[in-house]
Structure formats: structure tokens, C-alpha cells
Nanobody
Framework: VQLQASGGGLVQAGGSLRLSCSAS????????MGWYRQAPGKQRELVAA???????DYVDSVKGRFTISRDNDKNTVDLQMNSLKPEDTAVYYC?????????WGQGTQVTVSS
């Protein structure tokens, strides 16, 4: 199983970034996919998730700014991040979850300068 995240970088406050996670080795369309983030000195938190049926959920701090989407044909899950704030700075991870199975990708750094 491999989850490959990409798209991180450095952006000014108010800017946008799009993260993408490509999955292989799993039956992608049955998995709930999520994006998590971990800032220095803080616990990892769920940012956004999308179920196999396409239902989405977001942490309150990103609602209205971030959008999660998935493409079951390409086995990818994206996170469109708009109106970025310095407090969004973190390492972002994608996760695939189905019942007791969970797989993590490597992180991608997002840095938002003020």
C-alpha cells in the first residue's frame, strides 16, 4: 500500500494551494479518505474527510476555505485550500481508512507566510 502526497509549498496569507494524494495497493473506492495536519508542538488533527459515498466533513477552522474531493477512477484525493492563513502552516498527511484498516501517506509541508 502506498499513499503519495504532493502539492505542498510556501504561500502568502490569502493564497491557495492544492494538495493531492495518490493511492495504490488498496481498493480505493471503499475507503474513507482524510487529510490531517500536524503543526510543530501540536497534535495531529483531522482537517477534512470524504467517505466512499462522497460525504464530506471538515474541522471548523477550515470550513468555507478548504474543499476535499476524490476521483475513484484515478485513485486520488485532493484538498483545495483557499484563503490560507498562517495558522494553516503544518505538515499535511493523507490517510485511507476502512474498518480496522488504516494507512498513512508521507507528509507534505504547507507554510503560509504572513
Amino acid at each position: 500500500v502506498q499513499l503519495q502526497a504532493s502539492g505542498g509549498g510556501l504561500v502568502q496569507a490569502g493564497g491557495s494551494l492544492r494538495l493531492s494524494c495518490s493511492a495504490s495497493g488498496i481498493t480505493f473506492n471503499i475507503y474513507t479518505m482524510g487529510w490531517y495536519r500536524q503543526a510543530p508542538g501540536k497534535q495531529r488533527e483531522l482537517v477534512a474527510a470524504i467517505t466512499s459515498a462522497g460525504s464530506t466533513d471538515y474541522v471548523d477552522s477550515v470550513k468555507g476555505r478548504f474543499t476535499i474531493s476524490r476521483d475513484n477512477d484515478k485513485n486520488t484525493v485532493d484538498l483545495q485550500m483557499n484563503s490560507l492563513k498562517p495558522e494553516d502552516t503544518a505538515v499535511y498527511y493523507c490517510k485511507a481508512h476502512f474498518l480496522q484498516l488504516a494507512y498513512w501517506g508521507q507528509g507534505t509541508q504547507v507554510t503560509v507566510s504572513s
